[in-house]
């Protein structure tokens, strides 16, 4: 059902499929792979905050380490656009999969160079 509706306009669709996931089932694969789609549903809709809880919550609860970089690294991101810095570096700092440490680069140097800090970014890139 969601993936049916997070293509659509209609959030409130969106939410509730959602909030049945991740009440019913919030110990599956499924609940954070539904926060992650609810999360970008609500972003391309301008809905910054509710992304932000999706994400958070992603990132929380996931069990796979993959689906929890992934909502760290989309939160970090979204930190950014709402110049939240030094949430977002903290957010960064969580422990991640090898595989990830390049994108939790890239994404800590386009932090710091947008919180101004040109030679840390550098440094992060």
């Not at 509706?5 to 959602?18: H, M, P, Y």
């Not at 709402?82 to 949430?87: F, H, N, R, S």
């Not at 890239?106 to 550098?122: S, T």
Request: hydrophobic share 45%; aromatic share 6%.
């Amino acid at each position: 059902e969601l993936q049916k509706v997070a293509g659509g306009k209609d959030l409130k669709k969106v939410r509730d499929a959602t909030g049945t996931l991740l009440e019913s089932y919030p110990r599956t694969i499924y609940a954070p792979l539904a926060a992650l789609a609810s999360a970008k549903a609500h972003f391309d809709a301008s809905d910054l905050k509710t992304a932000r809880v999706q994400l958070q919550w992603a990132a929380d609860n996931a069990r796979d380490a993959e689906i929890q970089a992934i909502a760290r690294l989309r939160l970090a991101t979204l930190l950014i656009d709402e110049k939240a810095y030094d949430e977002a570096l903290k957010v960064l700092d969580a422990k991640h999969e090898a595989p990830f440490a390049a994108r939790f680069l890239e994404v800590r140097g386009d932090v710091l160079a947008a919180a101004g800090k040109r030679g840390e970014a550098r440094t992060a890139y």
